[in-house]
């Protein structure tokens, strides 16, 4: 499993065993070509924590606080006077389909 470039008389730094290097040592069980998981340095873990830390704050649409957490605020609340017309417009609407259908029926 030696590599070709890697010398006879080089000595694996992880096993000692001639002929290979620590990369492609088969005591290890790395491919040729795989390298090893290199841990993260402390340093660098540190910085991309402050980079994280230091993001800009997300906006957060705003509301009122006291209606956000009034037990009450569960409740339905009124319909406004445009809702109110249109609610009514509909199921004048829906009388009329089913009287429609009515006489359709009957007659």
């Not at 096993?15 to 993260?40: I, S």
Request: glycine share 4%; aromatic share 2%; proline share 7%.
């Amino acid at each position: 499993m030696a590599r070709k470039n890697t010398p006879s008389s080089y000595a694996c730094g992880s096993c000692g065993v001639k002929g290979h290097n620590k990369r492609t040592c088969p005591a290890l069980g790395l491919a040729p070509k795989e390298k090893p998981v290199k841990k993260p340095r402390a340093k660098k873990v540190a910085a991309v924590e402050a980079e994280e830390a230091t993001e800009a704050p997300v906006e957060v649409e705003a509301c009122d606080v006291e209606e956000a957490f009034d037990a009450d605020a569960d409740e339905e609340r009124e319909p406004t006077d445009e809702e109110l017309a249109e609610i009514e417009a509909e199921d004048e609407a829906e009388a009329l389909a089913l009287l429609a259908e009515i006489e359709a029926l009957a007659g």
